[in-house]
């Protein structure tokens, strides 16, 4: 296990001394067993988090292995051959119009240079990355933050926009109300700095 892996795997036992709540959920779901792909480079990771936005995830691996299926014998595209579809092979895949113009946004973005290798990523900072990032149409904080903690291994990454963090967090502490983003920020403030081992265990909140 690389040392990336270790150091999300370590921080469940940190959580769980947080309060009675931390300690119940990290018991119930073991260690932080995140699934990483350091490898991934920032494009690929940014056209398979566009896919992702706003669906389940068998949905969104379905079209992901649609877009996949028109490259045969590449494990994923370059930027170059994603501009080159058109609007409607991606719609073909499965993309909604306005996902197709990000996935074309941001290969641009990447021929350019606003779309850093790996790294370059791993040069940058969190705040840097989201700045810049969020340029691309489609792109938002959310988006940006997935690219942060499975590709670049950032340990301290909160995506409060996430409907299923703050839905465990409302099973969590059993509330009748989902927090709204800005409350779960300030909510999560004590969690830093494993805030994104914290959003991986509140994914997985299981029923009590």
Known sequence: MDEMAKAFERSGDWLAQLD?????????VG???IELHPTREPFEALVRAVAYQQLHGRAAEAIVGRLLA?????????AQQLLALE?????????????????RAIARGRL??????????????DAELVERLTRLP????????????FSLG?????????????????????LE??????????????WSPQRSAAAWYLWRVPAR
């Open 70 to 78: 028109l490259f045969p014998g590449q494990a994923f595209p370059e």
């Open 138 to 149: 489609g792109v938002g904080r959310w988006t940006v933050e997935m690219l942060l903690i």
């Open 87 to 103: 609007e409607e092979q991606l719609r073909a895949c499965g993309f909604s119009l306005r996902k197709a113009q990000s996935l």
């Open 20 to 28: 009675e709540d931390w300690a119940w959920l990290v018991g119930e």
């Open 177 to 190: 109300r989902q927090p709204t983003p800005a409350a779960l920020a300030t909510l999560g403030r004590p």
């Open 31 to 33: 260690p932080c067993r």
């Open 112 to 125: 350019e240079g606003l779309v850093p290798c790996g790294s370059e990523a791993r040069a940058m900072d």
């Open 154 to 174: 950032r340990l301290d990454i909160l995506p409060v926009d996430d409907f299923g963090v703050r839905e465990g967090y409302r099973r969590l502490k059993r």
